[in-house]
């Protein structure tokens, strides 16, 4: 996801590096606490404490905005559910047979009765143990659905998921398939609705962008979604290890992609993405055989991008995107047919510099500049046109959520900045003691004359001026950790699979400032000095790293382990951390204890011993989307934030620990 993609005017496809992918976002998603039983529909089953319920920040949104609470106006026009599919859990299945009644949540035990579900409405939470039928009006909180298992969601069905708003009370609903099935088959006259039961929120009158967390899919090979809406989630649809296919849906109003995937095979045909925050669709880390045809983009910021991937696309057709409707970067492999690009005022929007990504043109990519009729919306299927959002998820005017209280029980925000400097955000941050390290997003402005080299830019930012500068690396492409060892950086390259470790010069030059326009000596470089595969590479990149005065410690993908490396890279030995709690997307070291962005109610504290980690307390995010974090002094802890990907507002934050909440 690349807050640079949109903002440079003249190229349709235009080249991005992989700094700014989105996998982390899902692998939150992926991460999510989940419980352990499927309630009965007669008890409350939301353990929410606060009102205004949350549980990623990612999803902290504004209630002010969205669209019609009115399910029954979307989906179906015959308000009574029982002329179109039976609400009746007895009829599809029976929640009293699926689960022992006695290990049914006490309602008395239940913190929030806003929750309570309405009696005639099937209400589901946590694993599923036997194949199972959703039919009708559903609520859900967060739904796994394990190895051997499907689930089946019938015509018509409307699934509406815990909402979530409170970054205090971290608790979105959703789907993650865990190696089973998903089968969600609508026909065209009866949609399934994947949407937000906002109506639980205390005072909310409308559901917004990024409410619950969306479906993720794992490990699956049969998954299909077909016919359905899915909307006001934080990603719509997202899949890992997967060959998931979405057909003749529409992805809308989601606060990051609409779809995503990594190391998989998805399909994605005749469905209707439009206003979705970032991507529309995108590929990171992997994917093979991707199979894009007859989709409607529209209304959003960048419309597909890909990132060491292999694409087809043929017969889709892309308007009102600002600039780039098509990105990609890292190796891709984009093979376009067909395609229709209206809006675009001259022949130079079609075109680029794309290095390291091969585009096949047949010769058939249609460019339809000011002129032509688009095709008949929906393909056979309605878009609900009953209700607008107000406006493009991203948008300055996006009411969602993206900056918490300065000051709560937990801890103090001493200083926030980076607003102006167009830096964004990021995936690796590490505080010296006098400057904040970190790379650039997206592409690396420095250009050196003697060598084409591609990698991001290193950057040193001063927090005291707030003024930086920007040093040409030649193999950083995708940074998720960066630390210092014994006078040597280390960063952890997600797409590499590696870890790189390289030296500073003492008084580096910015690579933009006049003097370094031309040739730069050695003195003024980067110099790489090794290359350490990382641990159970063929699993895929790792994200977060940090040094504990004696070894390197680096997440494991799965984000339940660390990896304890010697400076040479040798594996040493693995530490587990406590169920449910996990790396998130950075770790870091401080002061004989480890640090890591997603656990407990945000940033946990861990003690560690050889094989095994302890969690003290944690303490709440300050913002959005903490994507690095680094220890400080005085115990501080300073983080980069997302807040909203494509704001150009305080990034970089210094926190003061106060009091940690126990686990």
């Known amino acids: 996801m690349n807050v640079l993609s949109w903002g440079f005017s003249g190229l349709l496809i235009l080249l991005l590096c992989s700094g700014c992918s989105g996998g982390s976002e899902a692998d939150d998603l992926v991460n999510t606490d989940i419980p352990v039983e499927v309630t009965d529909p007669d008890t409350d089953s939301d353990t929410d404490t606060d009102s205004d319920t949350d549980t990623d920040p990612d999803t902290d949104t504004d209630p002010d905005t969205d669209t019609d609470p009115d399910p029954d106006t979307d989906t179906d026009p015959d308000p009574d559910p029982d002329t179109d599919t039976d609400p009746d859990p007895d009829t599809d299945t029976d929640p009293d047979t699926d689960t022992n009644p006695d290990t049914d949540t006490d309602p008395d035990t239940d913190t929030d009765p806003d929750t309570d579900t309405d009696p005639d409405t099937t209400y589901w939470e946590g694993e599923l143990t036997e194949d199972t039928t959703w039919s009708g009006d559903i609520q859900a909180g967060f739904v796994v659905i394990p190895q051997g298992i499907t689930l089946t969601i019938e015509p018509g069905s409307k699934v509406a998921f815990r909402a979530s708003r409170d970054y205090k009370n971290r608790t979105p609903g959703g789907i993650e398939v865990q190696g089973g099935t998903l089968n969600a088959i609508g026909t065209a006259q009866q949609q399934i609705f994947f949407t937000s039961d906002y109506q639980k929120i205390e005072g909310a009158t409308k559901a917004l962008n990024g409410d619950w967390a969306g479906i993720t899919i794992v490990d699956s090979t049969n998954s299909r979604i077909e016919y359905a809406v899915v909307e006001f989630a934080h990603i719509g649809v997202s899949q890992f290890d997967s060959s998931a296919a979405v057909r003749y849906s529409v992805i809308r109003w989601n606060n990051a992609e609409g779809l995503y995937a990594e190391r998989s095979s998805p399909t994605f045909e005749y469905n209707t993405l439009y206003q979705n925050a970032y991507h529309e669709i995108a590929l990171e880390q992997d994917n093979t055989n991707v199979q894009i045809h007859h989709n409607i983009f529209k209304q959003g910021f960048v419309a597909l991008h890909a990132e060491n991937s292999s694409v087809i696309a043929t017969n889709n057709y892309f308007s009102d995107y600002a600039s780039h409707p098509v990105t990609a970067g890292m190796s891709s492999t984009l093979e376009l047919t067909d395609n229709h690009f209206y809006m675009y005022p001259t022949e130079e929007h079609l075109g680029g510099d794309l290095e390291n990504v091969t585009v096949t043109d047949s010769g058939s990519v249609t460019q339809r500049l000011s002129s032509g009729t688009e095709p008949t919306e929906g393909f056979g299927y309605s878009i609900p046109a009953d209700y607008e959002l107000g406006y493009k998820p991203a948008e300055l005017e996006d009411e969602y959520h993206y900056t918490y209280d300065e000051q709560d029980s937990t801890r103090t925000v001493i200083q926030s900045l980076g607003q102006g400097s167009d830096l964004s955000f990021g995936w690796a941050l590490h505080f010296d003691g006098t400057y904040l390290w970190r790379f650039s997003l997206g ?194 802890l300073w983080t980069l934030q997302k807040t909203c990907e494509l704001w150009d507002d305080d990034k970089l934050f210094e926190i003061q620990p106060e009091t940690l909440i126990s686990p």
């Open 443 to 636: 592409y690396g402005q420095c250009k050196p004359v003697a060598e084409k080299e591609t990698g991001l830019d290193l950057i040193r930012f001063d927090p005291k001026t707030e003024t930086f500068i920007r040093i040409a690396t030649h193999f950083a492409v995708n940074p998720r950790g960066l630390t210092i060892a014994n006078g040597a950086f280390y960063v952890n390259d997600f797409s590499e699979k590696k870890i790189f470790k390289f030296s500073v010069p003492s008084d580096p030059v910015d690579c933009l400032r006049e003097e370094a326009t031309g040739e730069q000596s050695d003195t003024q470089k980067v110099t790489l000095l090794d290359e350490i595969t990382i641990p159970e590479a063929d699993k895929g990149g790792t994200m977060g790293l940090t040094f504990d005065g004696t070894d390197l410690l680096l997440s494991a993908r799965d984000q339940t382990r660390l990896y304890r490396l010697n400076l040479e890279g040798t594996l040493q030995q693995t530490i587990s951390l406590p169920d449910n709690t996990f790396t998130g997307q950075d770790i870091t070291w401080q002061d004989g204890h480890l640090w890591t962005v997603d656990s407990g109610v945000g940033l946990g504290k861990f003690s560690i011993d050889d094989t095994s980690a302890t969690l003290i307390g944690s303490i709440y995010p300050v913002a959005n989307g903490t994507w690095a974090m680094s220890s400080s002094s005085n115990g501080r």
